[in-house]
């Protein structure tokens, strides 16, 4: 099964996105057409490394190695990056290509976004999360200590490679930190302005037995759900000036609980989904959804054996983080809220209205 979604940002700026179950010898010759008479640097997650450096068909030369987890997205690695294609001797003809989860994509494109002032780009996401979101779209960064993405681009990849093969290797904590992620798209359908209903809600319900046996051609179509409606925002807003933000439904808690736990204790798609708990029972209790819409959200929560959150965290210091994300403006926070089923709208809180909804949350 081979599906090819197309985003397109302007009318000189596009890349196509394969999502297959093809065997990693197709995907091999796919990268070597794409790539060719191009001198490659392949950045690679230890671990993909490890499971699947006999698989791929890169020479040992042409890749560095980096090493898992957030802490690594720093500017010392994006320099080992840079350092590497110098010596390489890659030109602003060539092409580096990120093959892991988002750690890798995100570090990996903002070095081909800033090398020579930029050249080409591919994104091969080894991980559910990443596939269906960090791979596509364009966004770029490094973190420092006490910022998450605080430099970065807006750069696009010139394509993006999803084998869903790489996914029989993800223990279940990774696989679900991606249905994190791929649960969100179904609160937020109706605002993307994709051109024909996709009932990823109803899909997600219906389908959710397959999709936690993994089956191939269910994850296929589940992937080019979320990517459409994805695709349908970024090439609106390209660079989050407006709605690009309902991408971050469930992230303004999302992000402080991964902040708190110094990334170690929730998996990104874990935290996400603390945050739609949380946004989604204030939504409730401030009136914006109504019953039925609240309890179909639950079940869908409940289905995947998703909880909310049952520990307490100091919430003037998840205020403070929330405070600085790169959405709060003039001391509000802001947050993606449902105000219907299947939409979302931005809402600024104050500190205190924030305070009030976190104590009622989390007893
Ligand atoms: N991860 C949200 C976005 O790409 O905008």
């Known amino acids: 099964m081979h599906q090819i979604l197309k985003v397109q940002i302007s009318d000189n700026n596009e890349y ?3 999502i297959s179950d093809s065997s990693f010898a197709k995907l091999n010759q796919e990268i070597f057409e794409f790539t060719r008479g191009q001198k490659r640097l392949v950045v690679m997650s ?6 699947y450096s006999e698989d791929l068909n890169f020479d040992d030369d042409e890749i560095l190695i980096f090493p898992d987890g957030e802490k690594e997205k720093n500017y010392k690695n994006y320099l080992k990056i840079i350092k590497r294609a110098f010596q390489l001797g890659l030109t602003r003809k060539d092409v580096i290509i990120a093959v892991g989860g988002g750690v890798v994509g995100d570090i990996a494109g903002f070095a081909a976004s800033t090398y020579m002032r930029g050249i080409d780009f591919i994104q091969i996401p080894t991980t559910l999360l990443s596939a269906v979101d960090s791979s596509v779209g364009g966004k770029t960064a490094i973190d420092l200590p006490e910022a998450k993405n605080i430099v970065g681009t807006f750069y696009q990849p010139k394509k993006v490679f999803i084998n869903i093969n790489f ?3 993800l223990d279940d904590k990774q696989y679900f930190s991606g249905l994190g992620e791929v649960l969100k798209y179904a609160f937020i359908e109706d605002c993307c302005g994709y051109n024909v209903p996709l009932f ?3 899909f997600l319900t219906l389908s959710c037995t397959k999709i936690l046996e993994r089956e191939p051609l269910t994850i296929i179509r589940m992937i080019e759900y979320c990517l459409n409606l994805k695709i349908a925002v970024v090439t609106q807003d390209e660079k989050e000036s407006c709605l690009r933000k309902i991408l971050n ?5 999302g992000h402080a609980l991964e902040s708190i736990t110094k ?3 929730y998996t990104h798609g874990q935290a996400v989904v603390y945050g739609m708990f949380f946004i989604i029972d204030w939504a409730y209790k401030k009136e914006y959804i109504n019953y039925s819409y609240y309890r179909l959200s639950m079940e869908l929560f409940e289905k995947y054996g998703f909880k909310p959150l049952d520990k307490k965290y100091p919430i003037e210091k998840l205020i403070n983080i929330m405070k600085k994300d790169k959405k709060a403006s003039s001391d509000k926070i802001s947050f993606i809220v449902p105000c219907d089923k299947k939409k979302v709208k931005e809402i600024k809180l104050t500190p205190i209205e924030v305070e009030f909804a976190l104590n009622d949350f989390v007893k």
């Open 249 to 253: 439904f469930g992230h303004t808690l």
């Open 263 to 265: 990334y170690k204790k």
């Open 200 to 202: 990823l809600f109803e």
């Open 167 to 169: 996914f029989e290797t």
């Open 16 to 18: 196509l996105i394969d």
């Open 46 to 51: 230890k671990k993909v490394y490890n499971l």
